[in-house]
């Protein structure tokens, strides 16, 4: 008797500690599933989030490619237009970094190391500048050069090297009927090659003008940055406005002056009477 109930409490409490184990087992992985769940919840938090964003970023792409390039008439109309000077090898129409741009070799316009347009280069700028007013879109005129330094005292550097040559074709082209308030002008020094510097023809190829077509960006980026709307343009007239001191001086002695005499009438009157 006293036998089988020591074997009843061992049972018992095997059982019970069998149960307890099981337990803390069940706690354990209950808490695992749980933190599964926060974390599943959060990558699709993040998901969706990730999902808006590219949504976004897609449309602006979308945006920005409809600014940044012509209709496939306009760009036909371009090739067109610029046929006789592409086939003459004095311009060419092409697509650099995502942009339309017409390149003019250095050749056709400047001497090596000058900035004086050459006969040959104000011809094809005339007829381009024709073309260009054309299509009422703003562009960019850039100046380029190859690798080899330059060192004069009016040019220290390919930077003013290609800024000024950049800015020598901005203002021609604007003497022959381009607006100013669609042209600007940049200077990109040897830093924006189009071939290798290693050998004659690459440096040929680098040393060019470009004139390229710019985005327009208006309502891209909706309210996220501050809209700034330029007032229309308008000449300087050539008239100075000076503020004449001296005869404001004298304005204001007459007018003191005539303070007085009506102050000395006033006297003579309660005088008089």
């Known amino acids: 008797m006293r036998k089988t109930l020591i074997l009843t409490v061992m049972l018992l409490l095997a059982l019970n500690l069998t149960s307890c184990i099981r337990q803390s087992d069940y706690d354990k992985l209950k808490e695992e599933r ?49 046929r006789d000077l592409i086939r003459a090898k004095k311009v060419e129409l092409i697509l650099i970094r995502g942009r339309v741009v017409v390149k003019l070799a250095e050749d056709i316009l400047f001497d090596p190391g000058k900035t004086e347009l050459k006969k040959e280069g104000r011809d094809v700028l005339e007829r381009t500048a024709k073309i260009l007013v054309e299509t009422d879109r703003d562009w960019q005129v850039a100046g380029h050069t190859d690798n080899k330094p330059i060192r004069t005292a009016k040019f220290p550097s390919n930077w003013d090297l290609s800024s000024s040559r950049a800015l020598v074709v901005c203002k021609y082209l604007i003497e022959h009927g381009m607006s100013p308030l669609r042209l600007s002008a940049s200077g990109f020094s040897e830093y924006y090659p189009i071939a290798r510097n290693d050998d004659l023809e690459g440096r040929a190829k680098n040393r060019r003008i470009e004139i390229m077509l710019l985005p327009n960006l208006e309502g891209l980026y909706g309210d996220m940055i501050p809209r700034v709307v330029p007032p229309p343009y308008e000449p300087d007239s050539g008239k100075v406005v000076v503020r004449d001191t001296n005869k404001k001086d004298k304005n204001k002695k007459d007018k003191n002056k005539d303070k007085n005499k009506d102050k000395n009438d006033d006297d003579d009157d309660f005088g008089n009477n």
């Open 34 to 82: 749980d933190q599964y769940m926060r974390e599943r919840d959060e990558c699709r938090q993040q998901s969706e989030s990730m999902k808006n964003e590219i949504n976004e970023l897609r449309e602006q792409n979308r945006l920005l490619a409809r600014r940044d390039s012509i209709s496939s008439a306009e760009l036909k109309k371009l090739q067109e237009s610029f």
